[in-house]
Structure formats: C-alpha cells, structure tokens
C-alpha cells in the first residue's frame, strides 16, 4: 500500500508539472493531451477521484461552462467533464483562488517520463526545428579548412 501511495504522489507530481508548463507552451496540444489521458486512466483504476464541478475561470464566448475537479494524491486538477459528470456529481460553485498545489521539484522531462511510462507509451523523439538539416562543410573532400587558402607570393 505504501509504494501505491508513493506513487500516486509521484503521478501527482508530474501531472502539475505538466499542466504548469502546459499553460505558458506555444503548442500545448501534446502537454495537454499527456495529461488528459493520465487523468482518465486514472480515474478508471479508481487512483483519482473526481470531486465535484467548478464554474471555469475563463468562460467560453462570453458564456459560462463547469470543469472536473479532479484529485490525485494531495493535488487537484481541472479537466473537461463528460455528460454523467455534469448529471451525476455535485456543482461547487466558483472556484477557490486561495487553494493552490504546492510545488514539487520535478523537471518537465522527468515529469513527462512518468506519465509515459504510466501510459505505456513510448517517448517521442525531439525534433528541433531550428536545427539545420544539414551541414554544408561535411560534403567537402578536403582535409582542410574552407576557409584555409594558400597566399600568393608577389
């Protein structure tokens, strides 16, 4: 039971980690979609609980709409809710701002191996983008330098 504890704190951990760095990323869809998925197969294998609806904090097209509160260990998480969610469990009202996660010390990559790992998923390689595809001096047959030319004597 302990090392079961142990880990649903560790799956805590890295779900913040994750949903943080989701929340300021250029392209959140994967951080995102990683921690959605996490959150229903836990829920699924009873390790989360899901603990009631919340009025969101940014309502969609002027209109209001209710998130999942969800808890994980000592951490709570807001996710979509699905139709039962909405018929079945309890309105909480507007969200408490005083309420926050405390911060572990956890590093994104380290975080997103958990998940994966949990998932069964494999990790996606890195691509950088920036990353030239090619480097023009390696087609060169010379042994010297590009840059290496011999002077001419007057």
């Known amino acids: 039971m302990k090392d079961s504890d142990e880990a649903i704190k560790k799956m805590g951990q890295a779900l913040f980690i994750v949903n943080r760095h989701a929340k300021t990323a250029p392209d959140p869809t994967q951080l995102y979609r990683l921690k959605n ?4 197969k836990l829920i699924k294998e009873s390790k989360a609980v899901k603990v009631g609806l919340h009025y969101s ?3 969609k097209q002027s209109r209001q709409h209710s998130v999942l509160l969800v808890q994980v260990g000592n951490y709570y998480f807001h996710t979509p809710p699905n139709k ?6 309890p309105h909480l009202g507007h969200l408490d701002e005083s309420y926050r996660n405390q ?4 590093s994104l990559n380290k975080a997103k191996a958990i998940l994966y790992e949990y998932l069964n998923w494999s990790i996606p390689k890195p691509t950088n983008k920036y990353r030239p595809k090619y480097n023009h001096f390696s ?4 042994s010297l330098s590009p840059f290496y030319h011999k002077r001419k004597r007057r």
């Open 37 to 40: 998925e996490t959150m229903k």
């Open 57 to 59: 904090k940014n309502p």
């Open 84 to 89: 039962e969610d909405m018929e079945s469990l």
């Open 103 to 106: 911060k572990p010390t956890l």
């Open 139 to 142: 087609q060169q047959t010379s």
